[in-house]
């Protein structure tokens, strides 16, 4: 009676992820074409040739050119060789798939008015837009002071806050600073401190604020 070995465990280099295959492009072929777009604009833009990269990722040149027309769908393996081979991150492959991304647009005049303290003393605040995505969020305001008060409002929140001059002079506050502001200056702050106008020098007042929320907030 002959023995049967036990077979041994697949321990060559990689495990199945080395083994994977890469298939015919599907008939839509979208990411395919992104994939093939970057692959090549990234190649040329360091100056190889098609058989130079193709040997740097240790793949065909025939499979490369396959890939650089859309006509095959990577493996996993295969793009991670290719950016390795680039060196860019294998999200580089991937740019310009992501569709639907956000914008707003706000026709001249049909900023939203937002009615808050010092909103009935002459300062009104329009919004002129906000993205409200997974990783970012913004809000933009057009901010005119018309009417001077003996009580400006005092602003603290989250995140960073651009602020830029259009029209007018004021003097602005943030903690214990204070900044003389003219058109055409910028002023960026900590959301976080204390800050407001504490002096309007010359009305009518314009400026732009634009406040951008990190990851965390909600």
Do not use: W
Not at 61 to 88: G, P, Q, Y
Not at 141 to 164: A, D, I, K, N, W
């Amino acid at each position: 009676m002959s023995e049967v070995q036990a077979q041994e465990p697949d321990e060559r280099p990689g495990g199945p992820a080395a083994r994977e295959v890469d298939r015919p492009a599907p008939a839509d072929g979208e990411l395919e074409r992104v994939i093939a777009v970057q692959v090549r604009q990234n190649r040329q833009a360091i100056g190889l040739t098609v058989g130079e990269l193709a040997a740097r990722a240790s793949i065909s040149k025939a499979m490369l050119s396959k890939i650089e027309n859309a006509r095959i769908s990577c493996s996993l393996t295969t793009l991670a060789r290719l950016a390795d081979a680039l060196d860019v991150p294998v999200t580089a492959l991937f740019r310009g798939a992501d569709t639907g991304r956000e914008a707003v647009f706000t026709p001249a005049g049909a900023g939203a008015r937002i009615v808050q303290r010092g909103s009935r003393v002459g300062h009104d605040y329009s919004l002129l837009g906000a993205l409200r995505g997974p990783h970012k969020r913004m809000e933009a305001h057009l901010v005119t002071l018309t009417e001077r008060s003996e009580v400006f409002p005092l602003f603290q929140h989250p995140g960073t806050e651009l602020l830029y001059m259009l029209e007018g002079e004021m003097v602005y506050g943030h903690g214990d600073a204070s900044y003389r502001m003219v058109p055409g200056d910028a002023l960026q702050l900590d959301g976080e401190g204390v800050h407001g106008p504490k002096e309007l020098v010359t009305l009518p007042i314009r400026f732009l604020s634009v406040v951008a929320y990190g990851d965390a907030t909600v």
